[in-house]
């Protein structure tokens, strides 16, 4: 899965459409992320160039021309907050994986819910360190961002190395890892 900040931009510039996202981790067999598209009824899906080939469907490729003369303008709001916000697939151990949806409001809820209970705001700065796959990945995306905080989205490498990880807790002045 893409780490860094095309990550975030692409959730919030999804949100923003009003559609709704379904994260996909392309390490997964390509029957389970074909099977998971198929599912969602998903009409395009938005990548790195590397994993383009493996959806089999349009695609969007982060970094590209087309995104690149996108405007930069605030969009109309396009969706209520009954219309679903996203889709996360459960690890399908009990057989075939099952999504699960939420609304914008049910994200609305947890998202003000955790700001104001454990007073996030502007001082506030996040590492981002949960695979999107995952629901606490949606505070870590809209909820710290809505409550003014800084996203600091740890790297590959840094995931992959734990004294790495802790250096970049100090040295970005990290105060919230979910």
């Given amino acids: 899965m893409q780490r860094g900040p095309d ?18 981790d392309p390490t997964h067999p390509t029957d389970r992320l074909t099977g998971m598209l198929d ?5 395009l899906v938005v990548t790195e160039d590397a994993h383009r080939a493996r959806f089999g469907r349009d695609t969007l490729v982060l970094g590209s021309d087309e995104l690149a003369g996108m405007p ?11 219309d679903p916000c996203y889709a996360i697939f459960t690890s399908g151990s009990t057989g075939k994986p ?29 590492l981002f360190v949960t695979s999107p796959c ?38 970005e002045r990290i105060t919230i890892w979910d």
């Fill in 98 to 126: 099952k999504g699960v949806v939420l609304t914008h409001r049910a994200v609305m809820n947890t998202v003000e819910w955790v700001s104001r209970t454990f007073h996030v705001g502007p001082g506030d700065r996040l």
């Fill in 39 to 43: 599912d969602a009824r998903a009409t």
């Fill in 72 to 82: 930069g303008t605030r969009p109309p709001q396009r969706a209520a907050s009954t």
């Fill in 134 to 171: 995952f629901d606490l990945s949606v505070y870590d995306t809209f909820g710290a961002l809505g409550a003014g905080a800084t996203v600091v989205v740890a790297s590959s490498r840094q995931l992959a190395d734990p004294e790495a990880l802790a250096a970049a807790v100090v040295s």
């Fill in 7 to 24: 990550l975030v931009a692409t959730l919030l510039g999804v949100a923003k459409s009003g559609a709704a996202y379904v994260p996909l």
